[in-house]
């Protein structure tokens, strides 16, 4: 019974800093509601060798949700876009890294592989929602802003990975108790 | 003028979280089923209002800087009647039509969903446990903001996490600011007529 109450409680933890990065992201004004430098992932990026597949999309959700109970957007089409563009990185990046592996790719890599993961479904959603064919206009900036914050997203999970001992005292206590 | 804190006091007084999303959900059932543009214009107008007496932000700036992206971008395919010509460039009915459509729906889902969305609303099973834990932490990461030092990101964040995962928190209800009998009996009351003015506009406007 200890494995998974500790497990919630670091979910619980990462989900707070999820929702604290948002708060942060959420004073930063941007020219179209959706558009995120995606701070709010990093909990999510490092989440991904600390849980199994269900805690790790349990948090992907409880970030959606807290941040949408944040900004009060639960009822609108930015909380579509947060759902799908959200799902889809972290979907993407959890199923990178379980299949390359920690050696064969970074959290750079997987940082960058995310942001473009979630770019290309929000530009579909803003094409079906919002622009119509026009999307094809706000593509470029939009993959391009993509590839830069999930590079600088993921040089810092790799370093905080490298260097935090937060994250070592917790992966060792979730592989000892996954070897008990 | 009413503060702002007095309104924020008046709103947890009189409209529970509970209420609110509810009464939200009802309206937004009539912003979707119809697709006239006046009643949407008027949903944001109302809700804008609604979020203002609730005593949260709304930035008129950023809402119109959002419209005009939303007009601008779709303008950019042309279609259907020349309206009038910038330079070249032919602004047509068609697509200023929609891109207005466009814009207006996303703003009265946006003030909708804040005027009906409060951040002390409790969510069922397991997962609404998790995600109040997740909010009570939050709470403590807010109040300790100042740790946070902004030139040692990773070292601030590696020990504000070490801090919160050795404190236990304890699993108690959610801290409500809540009004007497009688004032929620009054919220609950002004909610209802809310969402039958809504849903009379809706039934009586065409569609």
Not at chain 1, 50 to 74: C, D, E, M, N, R
Not at chain 2, 12 to 31: N, P
Request: with cysteine; net charge positive.
């Amino acid at each position: 019974m200890d494995q998974p109450i500790k497990r919630q409680s670091t979910l619980a933890l990462l989900g707070a800093l999820c929702l604290f990065l948002s708060t942060i992201e959420y004073l930063i004004p941007k020219p179209l509601p959706f558009i995120r430098i995606g701070l709010a992932n990093i909990p999510i990026m490092l989440a991904i060798d600390l849980f199994p597949f269900a805690s790790f999309f349990l948090l992907v959700i409880i970030k959606i949700v807290g941040q949408a109970i944040i900004t009060g957007s639960l009822f609108s089409y930015v909380f579509l876009f947060s759902f799908g563009g959200t799902v889809a990185s972290a979907l993407g990046m959890y199923l990178l890294r379980k299949l390359i592996g920690k050696e064969g790719i970074s959290f750079v890599g997987i940082g960058i592989a995310g942001a473009l993961l979630s770019n290309a479904v929000q530009i579909l959603l803003a094409w079906l929602l919002i622009f119509g064919p026009s999307a094809q206009f706000i593509a470029p900036p939009l993959l391009l802003l993509g590839l830069i914050t999930g590079l600088l997203l993921g040089i810092f999970c790799q370093h905080f990975s490298e260097q935090s001992r937060w994250y070592k005292q917790t992966i060792e206590e979730h592989q000892n108790d996954e070897s008990r | 003028m009413m503060s702002r804190d007095r309104r924020i006091d008046l709103s947890y007084r009189f409209f529970t979280s509970k209420d609110l999303f509810i009464s939200g959900l009802l309206c937004i059932l009539a912003l979707f089923l119809s697709p006239n543009l006046y009643f949407r214009a008027f949903l944001f107008v109302y809700f804008y209002f609604f979020t203002w007496i609730q005593g949260k932000r709304n930035s008129l700036v950023i809402t119109l800087f959002i419209t005009v992206s939303i007009v601008f971008f779709n303008l950019l395919i042309p279609y259907g009647k020349v309206l009038f010509r910038v330079g070249t460039f032919p602004v047509t009915q068609g697509a200023l039509f929609t891109g207005l459509e466009k814009a207006i729906t996303l703003e009265a889902l946006i003030m909708l969903s804040r005027a009906s969305i409060r951040s002390d609303l409790q969510l069922p099973w397991i997962f609404g446990s998790l995600i109040a834990e997740s909010f009570r932490i939050f709470e403590e990461l807010l109040a300790n903001k100042k740790q946070f030092d902004w030139k040692k990101p990773i070292e601030s964040i590696d020990t504000i996490l070490l801090k919160l995962s050795e404190k236990k928190f304890l699993i108690e209800d959610q801290k409500t600011i809540g009004g007497t009998k009688r004032e929620r009996a009054a919220g609950s009351l002004l909610l209802i007529l809310q969402t039958a003015l809504i849903w009379t506009i809706f039934f009586t406007i065409k569609h």
